[in-house]
């Protein structure tokens, strides 16, 4: 095939800047298991347990997350996939390319925010874990109140730093390893407390009905009154935080950098192996290991953390869940929010500002309310950038429709689009103002934000010049698209297809890996249907708590072994 002149201008591009080449695209299986591994996490300990405190009832959560899960499945399905599967750009290019330089800076700076106060949360939940092996207090104030968590929170946050700058490709790796195994593990320990729950409201260890699991809910998980006694959440308010928890990545449009290497546009379904296994699944059983733990205790579910939940729930296994599932989550995010600083700092290394951002991040770990208030931070997090995914939604979708033009800030080499940035100011003063004056539930401040961005944006783009005629610049664009995807298609030429290892050892890894969720699995169920008694469920209960931690070490080897036996493989290749 010929190569044309104008080809060779793309060599010096960076290669993130350029749209996916067809090489690239990965099928069904890789974003099932990516949305596995990224929302079966260290924030289900703490998200499953705050629904149980702010009071919700048990119908409210079992058909609100059912409910709310569905629409954010279907939010990403719907707007965000399209997106990206048309332009195969990720965000922060395409709204550089349609808004210019300057809008994009500051679009990155809200990221380093957001990105590094999840990041500061997870490694608090890590270090939940670490402390209560000193036996230290926990940590239930928004401020630290012991100098030897503080120490904990400096030491763990110092590897996630670390390894956030040099090592993030191997988290990354090991991260999906973790997804079928914190799955299995959230409903393990579920399994191993309710029996526990269910002596306590009805007298009796074992359940005889679905209606003994709905009054075991109403009476001491979700009975609808919150810490305070006072009447809880409502379905609206269940229904609204499941749909707004991810509206960042989203109605926000962020995981358009995951979707650019969608094969269709459908594969956005997908992301419901993320929120029915994590968002619903491991909401429901984390909040019945709050509750079960909290009667074990004889306290509130408010003033235990994740590492009292998970040790109590799980024996040693807990402390490993708690440490890995907070330290991979923190992990990906300070890797996102040094990416965005370096976006920002283009002189410096992406690790001298993941180094810089880190710092910044572990002081904010030492203070415990970042993991405490996660449910109204993730809220506000979407509220703050669901503005520029409108902005983008307007130009991409809605101006072929009403005859503006698409890049008319690129074709006017306009480098501070008026229109985008105004457009976000104006929505960040109308969403949040909406929820100053208490007009609707806060939950739901992103949808009207949304709309009203798109609205104003269409209006302001229209006034700038993106009605104009821009018939040679569109041609130009279309053929420096084709210009791409003939570069592309010449270098793929030389870059080898991955091999499948399908050597025999291998498969027994894979296998060994796989029996030992299911050994933990079985050995839950006993714990859940099997004790008749209270001494029975002693027993059956001390008996998973070994075969799970044994089990849990004989996974990770086995299936660690087996993903870097498939590396070695590759690259050998």
């Not at 074992?206 to 075991?216: A, N, P, Q, W």
């Not at 806060?442 to 821009?470: E, R, S």
């Not at 099997?530 to 996974?555: D, G, L, P, R």
């Amino acid at each position: 095939m010929a190569t044309s002149p104008h080809t060779q201008t793309f060599k010096d591009v960076n290669e993130e800047q350029l749209p996916v080449a067809n090489n690239k695209l990965h099928g069904w299986k890789h974003f099932a298991g990516l949305y596995a591994g990224e929302h079966v996490a260290a924030t289900e300990f703490v998200i499953g347990a705050t629904f149980v405190a702010l009071g919700a009832s048990t119908i409210d959560i079992l058909l609100g997350l059912l409910i709310g899960n569905l629409l954010a499945m279907c939010s990403w399905w719907l707007i965000t996939a399209p997106i990206a599967v048309e332009t195969r750009l990720s965000l922060y290019n395409y709204l550089n390319k349609i808004a210019g330089n300057s809008m994009t800076k500051l679009y990155n700076w809200a990221n380093v925010v957001i990105f590094s106060v999840i990041s500061a949360a997870m490694i608090t939940v890590s270090s939940t874990a670490v402390r209560f092996l000193f036996d230290i207090p926990a940590q239930l104030d928004w401020y630290p109140n012991s100098f030897w968590f503080v120490a904990i929170v400096l030491a763990v946050g110092s590897i996630v730093v670390f390894v956030a700058m040099y090592g993030f490709s191997t988290v990354a790796d090991f991260s999906k390893l973790c997804a079928p195994w914190l799955f299995v593990i959230f409903i393990a320990g579920s399994f191993a407390l309710f029996p526990e729950l269910s002596n306590h409201v009805l007298g009796s260890t074992s359940l005889s009905s679905f209606s003994d699991f709905m009054t075991i809910g109403d009476s001491s998980i979700w009975t609808g009154t919150n810490a305070d006694g006072e009447k809880g959440i409502g379905l609206l308010e269940v229904i609204g935080f499941a749909w707004a928890a991810n509206s960042i990545t989203h109605f926000g449009l962020i995981d358009m950098a995951i979707f650019r290497f969608a094969k269709r546009k459908s594969y956005g379904l997908f992301s419901g192996v993320g929120m029915f296994f994590g968002h619903y699944l491991a909401w429901i059983s984390a909040g019945i290991m709050g509750a079960g733990v909290a009667v074990l205790l004889k306290t509130t579910i408010s003033s235990l953390d994740p590492g009292d939940v998970a040790y109590h729930a799980l024996g040693w296994t807990g402390f490993v869940i708690v440490i890995i599932a907070g330290w991979t989550t923190a992990n990906a995010n300070l890797y996102r929010a040094g990416l965005a600083a370096q976006s920002i700092f283009v002189n410096q290394s992406r690790e001298r500002t993941t180094a810089i951002v880190g710092v910044v991040t572990v002081i904010i770990a030492c203070f415990p309310f970042v993991f405490s208030q996660m449910l109204p931070l993730l809220t506000y997090a979407g509220l703050l950038v669901v503005p520029v995914g409108g902005i983008v939604f307007a130009e991409h979708v809605l101006f072929p429709k009403i005859g503006l033009t698409r890049y008319w800030a690129k074709y006017k080499n306009i480098t501070r689009s008026v229109p985008a940035i105004a457009s976000w100011a104006l929505a960040l003063v109308f969403g949040f103002g909406l929820n100053a004056i208490d007009v609707m539930s806060f939950y739901y401040l992103f949808i009207p934000t949304w709309i009203f961005t798109i609205v104003i944006y269409t209006l302001l783009a229209k006034k700038y010049g993106a009605g104009d005629d821009y018939t040679q610049e569109i041609e130009a664009e279309e053929q420096e698209q084709c210009d791409i995807k003939e570069y592309q298609a010449a270098e793929a030429k030389d870059i080898p297809k991955p091999i499948i290892d399908s050597s025999v050892f291998t498969k027994v890894l894979n296998a060994v890996s796989t029996v030992s969720l299911v050994i933990i699995f079985i050995f839950a169920s006993q714990v859940m249907f099997f004790s008749e008694t209270m001494n029975m469920y002693s027993a059956n209960k001390s008996q998973f708590e070994i075969a799970c931690f044994i089990c849990t070490v004989i996974y990770f080897v086995t299936a660690y072994w087996s993903l870097k036996r498939h590396k070695v493989l590759n690259t050998a290749s």
